[in-house]
Each structure stands twice: as C-alpha cells, then as structure tokens.
C-alpha cells in the first residue's frame, strides 16, 4: 500500500515539475510577445510623430507663404491692421 502512494506521489511530483516548466514557458512567450508588440508600437508611434510634424511645418510654411502674398498685395491694409492690433494691444497694457 506505501508503494502506491510512493508511485503516486512520484507522479505528481512529475507532473508539478512538468506543470512548472509549462508555466515558465508559456511566460518567457508572453514576454517576448509584449517586448514585440511594445517595439512595433514604438516604431508605429515614431512614424507617426514624423508624420505629424512634417505636417505642422508644411502647414506653418504654407501659413507664411500666404500671409507674406496678403502683405505684397494689401501693404497698406496690413499697416493699418497692424496699427489698430498695436495700439489695443498698448491702450491694454497701459491699463495694468
């Protein structure tokens, strides 16, 4: 009858060792997954970023270019804006 349980015991000692193992794996697998997954976010979100501020600077560009146009084309216009936006913003700060 002690052998029994002898056998038994040494079955699922066998079988915790083969769970354990298991178990290790199936986590060295899941890191490296997040790790990859990590790294491919990181690289999609650099692109992005790229992406985004090349946009910016094309836009910026394309903001310049028109407003340098409206002032070749209206001069006088933009010096009298530009001096009512002067003088309010003068009148505001001789309030303070």
């Given at each position: 009858?002690s052998g029994?349980?002898s056998?038994?015991?040494?079955a699922?000692?066998k079988?915790?060792?083969?769970?354990?193992?298991?178990f290790?794996?199936l986590?060295?697998?899941?890191t490296?997954?997040?790790k990859?997954?990590?790294?491919?976010?990181?690289?999609?979100a650099?692109?992005k970023?790229g992406?985004?501020?090349?946009?910016?600077?094309?836009?910026g560009?394309k903001?310049?270019?028109?407003a340098?146009?409206?002032?070749?084309?209206n001069p006088m216009?933009t010096l009298?804006?530009?001096?009512g936006?002067?003088l309010?913003?003068g009148?505001?700060l001789?309030?303070?």
């Amino acid at each position: 009858m002690s052998g029994n349980y002898s056998e038994e015991l040494g079955a699922v000692k066998k079988d915790m060792n083969s769970l354990k193992q298991d178990f290790s794996n199936l986590v060295k697998s899941v890191t490296a997954d997040a790790k990859e997954n990590a790294a491919e976010l990181r690289a999609t979100a650099k692109q992005k970023a790229g992406e985004a501020r090349s946009n910016a600077f094309d836009a910026g560009s394309k903001g310049k270019a028109k407003a340098r146009e409206a002032v070749r084309e209206n001069p006088m216009s933009t010096l009298l804006v530009t001096a009512g936006v002067g003088l309010i913003v003068g009148a505001l700060l001789a309030r303070r």
